[in-house]
């Protein structure tokens, strides 16, 4: 069985201008699983991505759509998930605008991750409402 890597860049946030910097290979974490949780790793990222798995979405019907998630934490998270290129901002020249968002192409390559992290949940879930024979 062959393995192949895909190269991902992640980037470091400072709060000073709202820029970013991009972290060298070197500076890259040594373990994967580090990797995704530097990109996805908290849980309004997790939800939005959920979401757009779904397809294209707009901002208010995002912020509906996840309790609690107040307007500026949904807007620096989505900023962060566009600059991570796992998802793609299209702006229509209206007025008002419109704003629609929706996954990249690397941002779909998360679905088998999202479909087993459904799987283990569900599983869960089961578990402790003591289905299937499992104990609490």
């Given at each position: 069985?062959?393995?192949?890597?895909?190269?991902?860049?992640?980037?470091?946030r400072?709060?000073?201008?709202?820029?970013c910097?991009?972290?060298?290979?070197?500076?890259?974490?040594?373990?994967?699983?580090a990797?995704?949780?530097?990109?996805?790793?908290?849980?309004w990222?997790?939800?939005?991505?959920?979401?757009?798995?779904?397809?294209?979405?707009?901002?208010?019907?995002?912020?509906?759509?996840?309790?609690?998630?107040?307007?500026?934490?949904?807007?620096?998270?989505?900023?962060?998930?566009?600059?991570?290129e796992?998802?793609?901002r299209?702006?229509?020249?209206?007025?008002?605008?419109?704003?629609?968002?929706?996954?990249?192409?690397l941002?779909?390559?998360?679905?088998?991750?999202?479909?087993?992290?459904?799987a283990?949940?569900?599983?869960?879930?089961?578990?402790?409402?003591?289905?299937?024979?499992?104990s609490?």
């Open positions: 069985m062959r393995v192949t890597y895909t190269r991902i860049i992640i980037y470091t400072f709060e000073t201008k709202g820029g910097l991009m972290l060298t290979k070197e500076e890259l974490p040594a373990c994967p699983v990797t995704i949780v530097a990109l996805v790793g908290n849980k990222k997790l939800l939005i991505i959920r979401n757009l798995l779904g397809g294209t979405q707009r901002f208010n019907e995002m912020r509906r759509t996840i309790p609690g998630i107040s307007q500026k934490v949904l807007t620096d998270n989505l900023r962060e998930l566009e600059h991570d796992l998802i793609v299209k702006v229509y020249a209206e007025v008002p605008p419109r704003v629609e968002y929706s996954l990249s192409d941002g779909k390559t998360l679905q088998p991750v999202f479909d087993s992290m459904i283990w949940g569900e599983k869960y879930q089961a578990m402790v409402k003591g289905e299937n024979g499992l609490q």
